[in-house]
């Protein structure tokens, strides 16, 4: 038994991406992982699937640090987009970087459920529980 129906992982380092899904996958965490290498994709499903919610995920695996847009400039798009997706969607924020700087950051966004430090290990996919 799954624990969720859909996650998405959203990293543009494609082994994190890869390890992070296969770990998903190999808990039985998630029936389905959509994988994104960019923020900016990841935000165009999201809103093109705005009117079918059972496309959306329930988490979605956010890497702070990345090239085209990072973690916190997602946030900044995901606020913008409606109560449906603000209400499935909860975003846990994963980072290699134990920054306080960071850290405080996502505490103040009212979006991010969690802050996760890489790697994402079986023990912490357990204690997630939204």
Known sequence: MFKYKIVMVVDDDELDGFIIKKTIEDNHFAEKVINF???????KYLKSNESNPD??????????????????????????M????????????LSTSKSFENLNRANKNKFVAKFLIKPLVKEV???INF
Do not use: R, T, W
């Open 55 to 80: 496309a959306l995920p329930s988490i979605i695996f956010l890497d702070i640090i990345m090239d085209d847009m990072d973690g916190f400039g997602f946030l900044d798009e995901f606020a913008k």
């Open 125 to 127: 996919l357990d204690a």
């Open 37 to 43: 290498l960019s923020a900016k994709n990841a935000l």
């Open 82 to 93: 409606n109560d449906v997706i603000h209400s499935k969607c909860k975003i846990v924020l």
